[in-house]
């Protein structure tokens, strides 16, 4: 009786570990990625307060892991860690005092740190001393949802800053004054150039950094297949064993 106790006091430090692991890892940050990729868009399909604090929740833990695989340098860490405490602390603040103040450096400072963590994976997709596995796809497809959720912050921010930048229809959720939903959907639709045209840039900024992102959709997937092919082909010629004749 006693040895079963102590053997689940022994794996329950393990457990906790594994888990701390996990999440402030690259597979906990492109997990949160994907959950946080999910709850915003069932957000105008769910509205209710538990989604929202879901939402707030995930974002958080995305924050936190981001600031852990970011760099291993210290002072990138800290300008990192500033930056997500800021940005956790205004996204729930957000959510009981919506103030135009609020809501713009909430949204300004989570774009900046989103911006960095963005190149950041993607030089670790792209990089050329690995090869293609499973997990090395996962965060490709985690890189082409961070993109997305990276625009729809920066097109809440332009919204925010350059008020009427983009024609909003009567369909987005008035109880979120940074209209982060729509924008999410808004911002995946211009990343798969469907276009339905039922939010529109109206602004020259707004309309340049949509520009961007319809070139990125196309560009990103096709690049990507390109690499991964060309990276696999160079891994089995270096792997295969020599022949009978030393070749």
């Known amino acids: 009786m006693h040895s079963e106790e102590a053997v689940k006091t022994v794996e329950m430090p393990g457990m906790m570990t ?3 692991r996990f999440c402030l890892g690259q597979k906990g940050l ?3 990625i994907f959950l946080l990729f999910v709850t915003q868009l069932l957000g105008p399909v769910i509205d209710s307060p538990l989604v929202k604090l879901l939402t707030a929740l995930l974002f958080s833990l995305f924050l936190v892991a981001g600031v852990f695989s970011l760099s291993p340098r210290p002072t990138v860490r800290i300008l990192a860690g500033l930056l997500a405490v800021a940005g956790i602390a205004l996204r729930w603040l957000r959510l009981a005092l919506p103030t135009p103040a609020i809501i713009g450096w909430g949204l300004a400072l989570p774009l900046l740190f989103m911006i960095f963590l963005t190149l950041a994976n993607i030089r670790e997709v792209f990089r050329d001393d690995q090869a293609v596995t499973g997990e090395r796809v996962t965060g490709a497809v985690a890189v082409y949802l961070l993109f997305g959720l990276t625009f729809a912050y920066l097109y809440a ?3 925010q800053l350059l008020p009427g ?4 229809t009567v369909h987005a959720n008035v109880a979120d004054p940074a209209h982060m939903e729509s924008f999410t959907y808004f911002s995946f639709i211009t990343l798969t150039t469907l276009g339905y ?3 529109t840039p109206v602004h020259p900024v707004a309309r340049m950094c949509v520009s961007v992102q319809a070139l990125f959709g196309q560009l990103y997937p096709a690049t ?3 690499r991964l ?3 696999e082909i160079t891994n089995r010629q270096t792997s295969r064993p020599p022949g009978p004749g030393g070749t």
């Open 229 to 231: 092919v060309s990276l």
């Open 197 to 199: 045209g039922d939010i």
């Open 224 to 226: 990507l297949l390109a």
């Open 30 to 32: 492109w997990a949160f």
């Open 18 to 20: 594994r888990a701390t």
């Open 157 to 159: 921010f332009l919204d």
């Open 165 to 168: 930048a983009f024609n909003l």
